[in-house]
């Protein structure tokens, strides 16, 4: 590990110096693409209750967020490579078109399985343009602007969040969920516009990267695996398809050591080191999130909520994750250190709020509405807090090599935790009789599935604690200079 000191002639980063001219013009550009990924999500989860009553698929109904999340996986690892050979503008072009023409095949969707393939190519092409937002950031931003524009992001991408729900409650409440992804379609026109006229002209380059297939094809693995896992009851085969996903994830890591093309920057699997615990606190926290795909269901099945009321109330774990992430962008030093430590902490206390009121189906009334959006408040919270400056530390933490794959290592991880949450969610209420018939089974489902997550924030709680520990040591702050650099 180097030493750096921390150079107290360099300005601090302002907000309006992100926002306003170039920077302010990049910023809505690179924004956007995060924005319509985000809300695309949230939209689909939001309308999926109406979606199977229409088309049938329940078995199936993690798969649409596993399979577009995975998806998004693949694209990202790639998306580095892209944004290097064609250039900014083509670049997002492509992106763009691809994520059209899933949109449009979902709009189009006759039975789950097309629906299923829409939502894949929709996640090929969401991946790029989300990707593309972090690596945009080192080639655009200085470094002292970083914090910001992650805090920009992340905080954008929790407005979509807020967003995504009620418009796909609006859609499902009027019966015309095809719309839903329709209209995606000329928004997605509009954005590609908007990046031709706004992102800078770079002459594309040659890239000498390789794209790390294996790696790929294990994380792929890993993914079906579960899912395929989750769609059966048996208890043998759920614990199969965990044990062959943590081979692949361990076999990945063996890889990611040796080989010349990888996915993720040095020391992402070094049990311990400062970008280890970034990185799988990251993954522990976004991980909890994944459990917000069944809200919907749940409170249309068994709190009685209409879909746009249902979008709405699960939208309530984005207010609290765009709030706290305004709050804490400003904080530095000891306090950015306690907001990181303090995060898992609330997000446990979420669940165990959902795993008491979410199964009491019995009961419809106002008061218990209000205590499951406080519950998902407190979820989005805890991630809120955190997000920001754990996304910072992440890319000070890469090696100076490493760089063109730091972007996207954030990205992919990202996204591989909420689908790997959503098929060991997936798993988790099948086993405890989200299939079966009655209220009484699916609320059993509900108490278990936020209760597993529960655990989940528990172990993140002590993840959190020890890198807390670490920066106590280190006394870094990444708005101030100071060293946050490994090689």
């Not at 399985?113 to 996640?123: A, I, K, N, S």
């Not at 699997?269 to 926290?285: H, I, K, N, V, Y």
Request: hydrophobic share 55%.
């Amino acid at each position: 590990m180097t030493d750096q000191s921390a150079d107290t002639s360099t300005p601090r980063a302002s907000w309006s110096e992100l926002l306003s001219g170039r920077n302010g013009v990049l910023s809505l550009a690179l924004t956007g693409g995060m924005c319509l990924h985000a809300i695309n999500t949230y939209i689909s989860t939001t309308m999926l209750p109406s979606i199977v009553a229409d088309i049938g698929g329940q078995h199936l109904y993690a798969w649409n967020t596993t399979l577009f999340m995975l998806a998004a996986i693949l694209s990202a690892a790639v998306s580095g490579k892209l944004l290097s050979q064609a250039g900014p503008k083509k670049a997002y072009a492509i992106g763009g078109i691809i994520f059209l023409l899933g949109s449009l095949m979902a709009a189009a969707a006759p039975d789950m399985t097309v629906m299923l393939v829409g939502r894949t190519v929709q996640g090929a092409g969401g991946g790029l343009l989300f990707s593309f937002c972090y690596g945009m950031i080192m080639l655009v931003f200085e470094e002292r602007l970083w914090p910001r524009a992650m805090a920009l992001l992340s905080g954008v991408y929790g407005v979509a969040l807020l967003i995504g729900p009620a418009i796909g409650g609006i859609f499902a409440e009027l019966l015309t969920w095809r719309l839903g992804f329709a209209i995606l379609a000329p928004v997605t026109l509009l954005y590609l516009l908007l990046t031709s006229l706004m992102l800078p002209t770079k002459q594309a380059q040659e890239s000498t990267a390789s794209v790390p297939l294996p790696q790929l094809l294990l994380l792929g693995v890993a993914v079906l695996v579960l899912s395929l896992a989750g769609t059966r009851p048996e208890l043998t085969l759920n614990l199969a398809g965990i044990a062959i996903a943590v081979a692949c994830v361990c076999l990945l890591a063996k890889l990611e050591a040796c080989s010349a093309a990888r996915l993720f920057p040095r020391g992402t699997f070094q049990l311990g080191s400062p970008l280890s615990l970034t990185l799988l606190l990251l993954a522990l926290l976004i991980f909890c999130v994944a459990s917000e795909i069944y809200i919907p269901f749940y409170l249309q099945g068994l709190h009685g909520q209409t879909p746009l009321l249902a979008g709405y109330v699960a939208a309530m774990m984005s207010v609290g994750w765009v709030v706290s992430e305004i709050v804490s962008a400003r904080f530095s030093g000891a306090a950015m250190r306690r907001t990181v430590r303090f995060g898992p902490y609330m997000i446990l206390f979420g669940m165990l709020g959902l795993v008491l009121t979410i199964p009491a189906f019995a009961s419809t009334d106002t008061f218990m509405i209000t205590l499951i959006s406080l519950a998902l408040i407190a979820v989005g919270a805890g991630v809120g807090i955190g997000w920001p400056h754990l996304s910072t530390f992440a890319l000070k933490f890469s090696p100076p090599e490493d760089a063109d794959i730091a972007g996207s290592a954030l990205s992919t991880v990202q996204q591989f935790a909420i689908a790997f949450g959503a098929a060991l969610a997936g798993i988790v209420v099948n086993l405890a009789g989200f299939n079966e018939p009655g209220q009484t089974a699916v609320a059993t489902s509900a108490y278990w599935l936020y209760l597993c997550f529960a655990g989940v924030a528990v172990f993140a709680i002590f993840i959190a604690a020890r890198f807390s520990r670490f920066l106590s040591g280190r006394d870094s702050d990444p708005e101030t200079g100071s060293d946050l650099q490994t090689t």
